[in-house]
């Protein structure tokens, strides 16, 4: 079965800084699609950023950036320039043909002014 | 479109009685998603259709909990006879396809149950 492990329940990150959330999972397959979605406290999942396996190419999406390993099946999350409204839960997703969605445990950022 | 509209945003129900969550996925999505939210177990994956058929129920948890797509614009998710263990958010999400393989969620129903 596929798995996706977020060893961090909890991170926090002074304002303006970059802070980076882990995530790695295991799967047989080849071909596959990586997320990452935010949940802020109104509890609306909103896709951060989104890297397709079978790119080389790491995803960028404004202050977001992904640093994803295929090897090492490690996808992490570098937010660059913290600020008060990124602090949510995040969850890494990993997801096959069919896109049903297998989620991890979800990090928790807090941002400090 | 306004995105994925579940309803209602909030349930409190008495244990026993039978709850219906509902969502309207996006227009023209081929795939509905049901997916429930518990801090024990996290998100995970009730049940997914395409084009209205449901494809994989192997998350549901037991024959209490059944699910509905009638209909290309709706779909249900009905707990009955509902219990305490049940509370929990859930969400409805849809996706395009194969092709564009982003899922869009609805804002979740938080159901406790008493």
């Known amino acids: 079965a596929q798995t996706v492990t977020q060893s961090q329940p909890e991170m926090s990150v002074q304002e303006a800084e970059t802070v980076t959330l882990s995530c790695t999972y295991d799967?047989?397959?080849?071909?596959?699609?990586l997320f990452w979605y935010k949940q802020p406290p109104s509890r609306q999942m909103i896709l951060v950023i989104r890297?397709?396996?079978?790119?080389?190419q790491n995803a960028t999406e404004n202050r977001f950036s992904v640093n994803f390993q295929k090897a090492a099946k490690s996808f992490s999350l570098k937010i660059s320039d913290s600020q008060l409204g990124d602090a949510a839960m995040y969850f890494c997703?990993?997801?096959?043909?069919?896109?049903?969605?297998?989620f991890g445990e979800g990090t928790q950022l807090t941002v400090n002014p | 479109d306004a995105g994925v509209i579940q309803s209602p945003r909030h349930e409190v129900t008495e244990m026993g009685q039978e709850v219906t969550l509902r969502c309207k996925p996006i227009?023209?999505?081929?795939?509905l998603f049901w997916y429930r939210q518990t801090m024990m177990r996290g998100l995970e994956l009730l049940i997914y259709?395409?084009?209205?058929?449901?494809?994989?129920d192997s998350g549901m948890p037991e024959d209490r909990f059944s699910a509905k797509m009638p209909n290309a614009s709706f779909s249900t998710l009905k707990i009955q006879p509902s219990e305490p263990r049940d509370s929990a958010v859930y969400f409805c999400?849809?996706?395009?396809?194969?092709?564009?393989?982003?899922?869009?969620f609805g804002q979740g129903t938080r159901l406790t149950v008493v």
């Open positions: 997703a990993w997801e096959t043909s069919g896109s049903r969605l297998t």
């Open positions: 799967t047989s397959e080849s071909d596959y699609y």
């Open positions: 890297q397709e396996a079978y790119k080389q």
């Open positions: 227009s023209g999505h081929d795939y």
């Open positions: 259709f395409n084009n209205n058929v449901p494809i994989d």
């Open positions: 999400a849809s996706s395009p396809g194969q092709e564009n393989t982003e899922a869009f």
